[in-house]
Every structure is written in C-alpha cells, then in structure tokens.
C-alpha cells in the first residue's frame, strides 16, 4: 500500500482527493496548512505528496522547497487555482514532479498519480539493476542516492541525481531535451526545455572542474546531452 499525504485547505477537495487515491489503495494523511504539511513531510516517508499552492501558515511553493531542501525525495504533485506560466516554472525549479491547474478533471488527476508512481516504479528498478555507478572521480550510489566526486559528498536536489543516474546508466547516448523532461518530469510538461538546461547547468557547476570544457556531462549538438562513454 503506498502512502499519500495531501496538503490542501480546500476540505471538499482533500475529501474527494482522498476517496479516489483510496480507490488505488492508497493510505492517506490529510493536513490544511503548509506548516503541518511540512512537518509531517520531514518526520515521515510518503509516496505522493499532493500538495496545493495557495496554503495558510506556508504557501506550496515554500513547502516543496523546503522538502528538497532536506534531500526527501518523495515526489511532489502540485495543485494550483492560479493558470499562470511562472507558477508552472516555479513549481519545476522547486523541484515539483507533476502540476495540474483547478479545476481539473479526477480522470486527469488519477492519470497523474499513476504516471508519478510508473516513473518511481522504472527509476527504482533501474537503481537495483545498478547500485553502484562510477567513472573515474566520480560515484554515484543508487540506493542512498548519494554522488561523491574525488572521495567528497556532492549534494544534489532529487531531479539533478536523476538526470544524473539515468544519463550515466546509459554512457554515449544522447538524450534529446524533451527526452529527459518527459522521462524525468513526465510528457506534460512539453515545451519547458529551458527546466532542463537549467537542471543541466547547475548540475555542471556541481561536478565539472571547468563548466566551459565539460567531462562527464557532454553536450550534442543539434541534439541534446550525453554522458561521457570514453572515461
């Protein structure tokens, strides 16, 4: 049975929420402010947190920064009455997995929840089929998700390791931009490419010694990016 915490402070929201991941027999958690959705996100694990932008006490948007913060790696599914693009934005460079906008359709919102819980399934079948990646300098540590570069821990936010763990997993092959959204992120979120070279870039600054002249993360051109297979 997987866990699902929904913070959300519209209660015939939460109630009609509740019922239907009830009916994927999810166990759920309801709280109806930030403050306490963060508080339980810190002190336990989940499988889903549904979490609503406009909250008293602490918005959405802090509440999932806060959670990365942490390095909990649960994924996040936001919901918003507001339709505007930076909120979509935020919410992926927060480090959100999924965004529906209200009102929206049960159907569209169950296709969510299911589409998070097959990329978490592949993602952590991938880790156990490869526990331990390293190339040269650099170890990744699939099931503590854990990156040291030259013996020192590297901290990374939950969608940098992925990228990370799944270009690695398949050394030379290139990824198109929109590959490594609609793997990582999921196909709704067609067209942010930018969320990508943004993730891309900053994971570059953590683990290359020069950003200008790349070793581990390559990119192809007139394509998108690669892992070095020639370490």
């Known amino acids: 049975m997987r866990k699902v915490l929904i913070v959300e402070d519209d209660i015939e929201i939460s109630d009609l ?10 166990e759920i958690t309801k709280v109806f402010d930030g403050k306490s959705g963060l508080e339980l ?50 919410g992926l460079e927060f480090g959100a997995d999924d ?35 390293s190339f040269d300098d650099l170890t990744i540590h699939g099931e503590s998700r854990k990156i040291t570069l030259k013996g020192n821990r590297i901290e990374l936010t939950p969608k940098e390791f992925d990228l990370l763990f799944l270009m690695a997993s398949h050394p030379g092959r290139s990824y198109s931009r929109e590959q490594l959204l609609n793997t990582i992120w999921g196909y709704q979120f067609s067209g942010y490419d930018h969320t990508v070279n943004s993730h891309i870039n900053r994971l570059r600054v953590k683990i290359e010694n020069d950003v200008s002249k790349p070793k581990y993360i390559l990119t192809t051109w007139g394509i998108g990016y690669r892992f070095n297979d020639q370490i």
Not at 17 to 26: A, M, Q, S
Not at 63 to 88: A, G
């Open 99 to 133: 965004y529906l906008t209200k009102p929206f359709s049960i159907r569209e919102f169950i296709a969510r929840v299911k589409a998070i819980f097959r990329r978490t399934d592949v993602l952590k079948s991938d880790v156990k089929d490869k526990k331990v990646i």
């Open 41 to 90: 996100a810190e002190e336990n694990f989940y499988d889903l947190i549904v979490l609503d932008i406009m909250l008293p006490e602490i918005d959405g948007f802090e509440v999932c920064r806060e959670i990365r913060k942490k390095e909990t790696h649960t994924p996040i599914l936001m919901l918003t009455s507001k339709s505007e693009e930076m909120d979509k934005v935020l």
């Open 17 to 26: 929420l509740e019922i239907h991941l009830g009916d994927l027999n999810c």
